[in-house]
């Protein structure tokens, strides 16, 4: 490994509900992206481990604790690192329960303040849930909110009412719904649309939101304000994580 920090390529490994996301990194380029589903983890990180010569990994999860991602690194000698709550971070963490605030969450407020460093954030990340994250121009995680994502909320009113109909989230959004379909749709992510317009409300003027996750694309074309959206928003802040041990490790060989 020592011979080859200096010129092999990082892995940033987010775990989210739905899928496995990994990031091959060479300096500060993403070379590749796979999005694994559950059942193919495995096969595709293996696949993975053999296209690249990596040096070094960093995972977050929010569903396991990686000990099988673990078990697939080793096989392919390479270290893996995993963001917890005792990772040293730039950022500090102002949160009752710190222990029960997603890594997830952490790794996304890391990689909007690498992007904008200084300024007033509010991070939205639009998944399966979304969390909508307030961090203060020096640092200051102040704490969020958790509110279930659109296809949550479709599939919700479709299974806990009589005759409310499955919808497809491809389709019309109209600002009024003409039709049942089109009002649930837009009832959905115009619902988002108002909450990532209220929280906007709460920061001073110059903050920067900043969007990530899987609805990103279908929430951002109705915001009426500017925004940064940022699909590698979390392995951003893990490949930050990472730059800095792999960093330490580097200066000590040279040394």
Same mark, same amino acid.
């Given at each position: 490994?020592? $011979?080859?920090?200096?010129?092999?390529?990082?892995?940033?490994?987010?775990?989210?509900? #739905?899928?496995?996301k990994?990031?091959?990194? $060479?300096?500060?380029?993403?070379?590749?992206?796979?999005?694994m589903?559950?059942?193919?983890?495995?096969?595709?990180?293996?696949?993975?481990?053999?296209?690249?010569?990596?040096?070094?990994?960093?995972y977050?999860?929010?569903?396991?604790?990686?000990? @099988?991602?673990?078990?697939?690194?080793?096989?392919?000698?390479?270290?893996?690192?995993?963001?917890?709550?005792?990772?040293?971070?730039?950022?500090?963490?102002?949160?009752?329960?710190?222990?029960? &605030?997603?890594?997830?969450?952490?790794?996304?407020?890391?990689?909007?303040? #690498?992007?904008?460093?200084?300024?007033e &954030?509010?991070?939205?990340?639009?998944?399966?849930?979304?969390?909508? %994250?307030? *961090?203060?121009?020096?640092?200051?995680?102040?704490?969020?909110?958790?509110?279930?994502?659109? #296809?949550?909320?479709?599939?919700?009113?479709n299974?806990?009412?009589?005759?409310?109909?499955?919808?497809? &989230?491809?389709? %019309?959004?109209?600002?009024?719904?003409?039709?049942?379909?089109?009002?649930?749709?837009?009832?959905?992510?115009?619902?988002?649309?108002?909450?990532?317009?209220? @929280?906007?409300?709460?920061?001073?003027?110059?903050?920067?939101?900043?969007?990530?996750?899987?609805?990103?694309?279908?929430?951002?074309?109705?915001?009426?304000? #500017?925004? *940064?959206?940022?699909?590698?928003?979390v392995?951003i802040?893990?490949?930050?994580?990472?730059?800095?041990?792999?960093?330490?490790?580097?200066?000590?060989?040279?040394?």
């Amino acid at each position: 490994m020592s $011979k080859h920090l200096l010129t092999g390529n990082l892995l940033t490994l987010d775990r989210g509900n #739905s899928a496995l996301k990994a990031d091959v990194w $060479k300096d500060d380029t993403i070379v590749e992206t796979v999005v694994m589903p559950p059942a193919c983890i495995r096969r595709q990180l293996k696949a993975l481990t053999n296209r690249h010569e990596l040096v070094g990994a960093m995972y977050c999860s929010v569903t396991d604790n990686g000990d @099988y991602v673990r078990e697939i690194l080793d096989e392919a000698d390479v270290p893996l690192h995993i963001l917890t709550h005792e990772t040293p971070v730039p950022l500090e963490i102002e949160y009752g329960s710190k222990g029960t &605030l997603g890594v997830d969450r952490i790794a996304g407020c890391l990689g909007a303040i #690498s992007l904008f460093p200084n300024r007033e &954030l509010l991070v939205v990340d639009l998944g399966t849930a979304i969390t909508y %994250d307030r *961090v203060t121009a020096s640092g200051r995680f102040l704490g969020g909110n958790i509110a279930p994502g659109v #296809s949550l909320r479709l599939k919700a009113l479709n299974a806990f009412t009589a005759r409310l109909p499955k919808v497809e &989230l491809d389709g %019309d959004v109209p600002e009024w719904g003409y039709d049942t379909p089109t009002a649930l749709r837009a009832g959905a992510i115009k619902g988002i649309v108002g909450e990532v317009s209220y @929280y906007r409300s709460l920061l001073p003027r110059g903050a920067k939101v900043v969007l990530t996750g899987g609805s990103a694309p279908r929430i951002a074309p109705h915001l009426k304000f #500017s925004y *940064v959206m940022e699909p590698h928003l979390v392995t951003i802040g893990l490949k930050t994580c990472l730059d800095s041990i792999v960093e330490n490790l580097t200066t000590v060989i040279v040394q």
